[in-house]
T-cell receptor
Framework: GAGVSQSPSNKVTEKGKDVELRCDPISGHTALYWYRQRLGQGLEFLIYFQGNSAPDKSGLPSDRFSAERTGESVSTLTIQRTQQEDSAVYLC??????????????FGEGSRLTVL | KNQVEQSPQSLIILEGKNCTLQCNYTVSPFSNLRWYKQDTGRGPVSLTIMTFSENTKSNGRYTATLDADTKQSSLHITASQLSDSASYICVVSAGTGGFKTIFGAGTRLFVKA
């Protein structure tokens, strides 16, 4: 597609339920990032995928959070046993990460998660 | 530790006025620095990119500066408009390929009529 697409745009769930958030990056972009943004706060890095390399999971806040990416396409972020503190906008970004590249991130519109 | 700090946290200005946002970073090895604009409820969008050798770059009413020696950058907005109300995020990329990105917390700008 023309841009990064995320779904759902809004998700309301009950505490303790699992949720899956999806990201379709720009075609051809080898790098994909997930960020969390709480209300009024900055972006918090969660995880980074680059091609077939092992993902950088250093930002995942707990083992309830996991993410997968199929090749250089779709990624899903899964949050198990959701808690109210997980309420935030989850932003996905992709970039054409090549050696010496500028690394511009192209963001989706985000998935707003509300845990009741 | 790689860090990006922005100031002020928030800023209120009148329409038509100028303003300058600051970004200090401790990121090594430095690859490039970008300023992103994030409108409320939207994803961030890149405004400018600064590489090590660049001092000033303009994009319409936005002018970014970079001092690689002091590790400081600024974003100057001229003749502000109501549509400039947004968060402005300084992002520094590290590494030879610029793959690792460190985000500042952003400056929230409010432009009032």
């Amino acid at each position: 597609g023309a841009g990064v697409s995320q779904s759902p745009s809004n998700k309301v769930t009950e505490k303790g339920k699992d949720v899956e958030l999806r990201c379709d990056p720009i075609s051809g972009h080898t790098a994909l990032y997930w960020y969390r943004q709480r209300l009024g706060q900055g972006l918090e890095f969660l995880i980074y995928f680059q091609g077939n390399s092992a993902p950088d999971k250093s930002g995942l806040p707990s083992d309830r959070f996991s993410a997968e990416r199929t090749g250089e396409s779709v990624s899903t972020l899964t949050i198990q046993r959701t808690q109210q503190e997980d309420s935030a906008v989850y932003l996905c970004a992709s970039s054409l990460a090549v050696a010496g590249g500028t690394g511009e991130l192209f963001f989706g519109e985000g998935s707003r998660l509300t845990v009741l | 530790k790689n860090q990006v700090e922005q100031s002020p946290q928030s800023l209120i200005i009148l329409e038509g006025k100028n303003c300058t946002l600051q970004c200090n970073y401790t990121v090594s090895p430095f690859s490039n620095l970008r300023w992103y604009k994030q409108d409320t409820g939207r994803g961030p969008v890149s405004l400018t990119i600064m590489t090590f050798s660049e001092n000033t770059k303009s994009n319409g009413r936005y002018t970014a500066t970079l001092d690689a020696d002091t590790k400081q950058s600024s974003l100057h907005i001229t003749a502000s408009q109501l549509s400039d109300s947004a968060s402005y995020i300084c992002v520094v990329s590290a590494g030879t390929g610029g793959f690792k990105t460190i985000f500042g917390a952003g400056t929230r700008l409010f432009v009032k009529a």
